[in-house]
């Protein structure tokens, strides 16, 4: 018996929640249940993360949550608890299964059964941007490879788990050289462990075609946190089924299972709400503990009920479904088809399945660190950069020298082009001289003598090389 976290949430989170547990009780679902409130009535009883401390201790004890949707008050001040749940407990794999259902809902897609599986707690969604000059602002892309690690393992584990036979990585490796570069190395890498596997590689902007066009040639698809957001809208709608579709959210110790739907207040408490979206990522859930077999059952009850045409009202066609039903009388059908299978759906298959055990990540042995150089970026309103190049080499240090200016990644410095438009947000690289090193105290005093100059500098970065291999940037047209 597994004791689980449940919140019914907000709006019709408390309807398709009693729907969902009728049915996985049904099945034989060997779960406990512990209720906490999250949500609305948390905010406004003057919450504004929405979940008390108590709530939060009884979450991370029991470690699977699973999550109805909940409404965020409306005006300044309330934090979306989705993405602190996600940031707090390290709920680093957020997968979202994307399947067909036709004839049975409209599609132009009929042969569509793909999971993305997106990295869900860094890249450009670390949320850290500056402005740094009048003109141009920088948001942090941040890989590391404890992140793409997790993220690639996880994918591979969850295609055994539920016998799929490809991954696929998404990147722009081809222009971030350096971070995505990572991501798409370690996928080479995991990818090795696995050859009963399928793996390939695609550049996410091509990629996204062939999900929009061809979704039939993918499996389950593994990419970085921004990338994994777009693609999994872009797959979900090609289903034709956004308000069908579960998600979980995965970590080395939590897990939170939802609809990815949200409260729909307007509709509450009519019984016409369906409650498919929250019983997917049940099913999910009840494959992570180790149920297969009951999450089996379920999802070929639903699936066989979909099929007889008991529809709810969002995907009620003419001419295709058979009866329109509230949200328990669907419940109550889908109960009733336990132990059925479906004959025109692919029926699900993953009874044997044992749940996932991650390895914890283990950080490898430290490379050999050489500071090689050092990027000084400036905020410079002149357009010349042969203008800019004389005051820069005004403090140069012994030994170090001005090597490329450029101008939103396009070296303008030498040899640049005057057709170059250029903002006021310059990087100057500077490096050692042949025979020369560099060191901190070294950049310190190239930033004594820009002060001394009235060179306004905006930041610095270090330029290392890792084991003897450059880890940084060429200029574009270097």
Request: net charge negative.
């Amino acid at each position: 018996m597994k004791k689980i976290t449940v919140a019914k949430g907000d709006g019709i989170g408390p309807e398709i929640m009693e729907a969902t547990l009728n049915i996985i009780f049904a099945a034989g679902a060997k779960v406990e249940i512990e209720e906490i409130e999250v949500g609305e009535k948390v905010y406004l009883a003057g919450n504004s993360s929405g979940i008390s401390s108590e709530a939060w201790e009884t979450i991370r004890r029991n470690k699977v949550f699973l999550k109805a949707p909940i409404t965020t008050p409306q005006g300044g001040g309330y934090k979306s608890l989705n993405v602190t749940t996600r940031k707090f407990l390290g709920l680093y794999a957020n997968v979202r299964p994307c399947m067909s259902l036709h004839p049975f809902v409209k599609t132009k897609h009929p042969i569509m059964d793909m999971v993305i599986v997106r990295e869900n707690e860094e890249d450009l969604y670390a949320g850290i941007e500056h402005q740094q000059t009048d003109e141009v602002i920088q948001c942090l892309k941040l890989i590391s490879r404890p992140g793409c690690e997790k993220i690639v393992r996880y994918a591979f584990e969850f295609a055994k788990q539920q016998n799929r036979k490809k991954v696929t990585c998404f990147t722009k490796d081809n222009i971030m050289k350096q971070t995505d570069g990572l991501f798409h190395k370690v996928f080479d890498e995991i990818a090795a462990e696995y050859p009963e596997i399928i793996n390939e590689h695609w550049i996410v902007d091509i990629g996204a075609a062939k999900v929009a066009d061809t979704p039939e040639e993918f499996d389950v698809i593994v990419m970085p946190n921004l990338y994994g957001d777009i693609i999994s809208d872009i797959a979900a709608q090609v289903t034709g089924s956004v308000g069908l579709a579960g998600s979980s959210n995965i970590g080395e110790e939590c897990a939170m299972f939802e609809a990815i739907h949200g409260s729909a207040p307007t509709i509450a408490n009519q019984n016409v709400a369906n409650p498919s979206g929250l019983l997917q990522g049940a099913v999910m859930m009840l494959n992570h503990i180790g149920q297969s077999e009951i999450a089996e059952k379920i999802q070929n009850a639903w699936l066989k009920t979909l099929e007889e045409g008991i529809h709810t009202q969002d995907i009620f066609q003419d001419g295709i479904s058979k009866q329109k039903v509230g949200t328990k009388q669907f419940a109550e059908a889908i109960i009733k088809n336990l132990g059925n299978i479906p004959s025109v759906l692919k029926p699900a298959s993953y009874a044997n399945n044992s749940a996932l055990h991650l390895p914890k990540y283990k950080r490898k042995p430290a490379s050999k660190k050489d500071l090689v150089g050092v990027d000084i970026f400036v905020d410079w309103k002149g357009n010349n950069p042969n203008e800019l190049a004389e005051k820069i080499k005004q403090i140069e240090t012994e030994g170090i020298k001005l090597s490329m200016i450029t101008n939103r990644g396009i070296k303008v410095w030498p040899d640049g082009f005057k057709e170059t438009f250029c903002t006021d947000h310059w990087r100057c690289r500077l490096t050692p001289k042949p025979e020369k090193e560099i060191n901190k105290l070294d950049i310190i005093h190239l930033l004594q003598n820009a002060l001394e100059h009235d060179i306004d500098t905006i930041k610095t970065e270090n330029l290392y090389a890792f084991d003897g291999k450059a880890a940084y940037s060429l200029g574009q047209g270097q």
